[in-house]
């Protein structure tokens, strides 16, 4: 009894020249869609720090509000750290960056001090590089963060 075996193949030094176009296309939306979701997350990271902010302005307000909002993952920042990485990138002194968040300036460099820790770098323009680099700093979606509301 002889079992059929498929006969193998040498490979030729040849490629398809269409297969690698295919191969290359794949590539270049797979990066695409991997820079639009990082930018995405950071956005949404973003509206749900404001909504956080402006949920401690409110009386009697409290996390329940935000059960609606989902938390992001994928960032090595929490919403939060991704807020003050804008603002810094922006150009804010932390005292400026305090005022903006509503919290003391002591808060602010804490933030800073973690940022710089799960990031792996030791000062403001290495962040400022970092969001540049993310595409995380929008001008345009997140004006309201400069304007100050």
Not at 31 to 53: I, K, P, V
Not at 100 to 107: A, I, Y
């Amino acid at each position: 009894m002889q079992l059929y075996r498929q006969p193998t193949r040498e490979p030729s030094g040849e490629v398809d020249p269409r297969l690698v176009a295919q191969i290359e296309a794949l590539c270049a939306r797979a990066a695409a869609l991997a820079s639009r979701a990082a930018a995405l997350t950071h956005e949404a990271a973003q509206l749900r720090a404001a909504a956080e902010s402006t949920l401690r302005l409110l009386p009697g307000a409290n996390a329940k509000h935000l059960q609606a909002v989902p938390l992001i993952q994928g960032s090595p920042l929490s919403p939060r750290q991704l807020e003050v990485a804008d603002l810094v990138a922006a150009g804010l002194s932390n005292r400026q960056i305090g005022e903006r968040l509503v919290v003391t300036e002591r808060t602010v460099e804490t933030h800073l001090e973690r940022i710089f820790a799960r990031l792996e770098i030791q000062s403001r323009a290495q962040l400022a590089r970092w969001v540049t680099e993310q595409e995380l700093l929008d001008h345009g979606s997140r004006s309201w963060l400069r304007s100050g509301g």
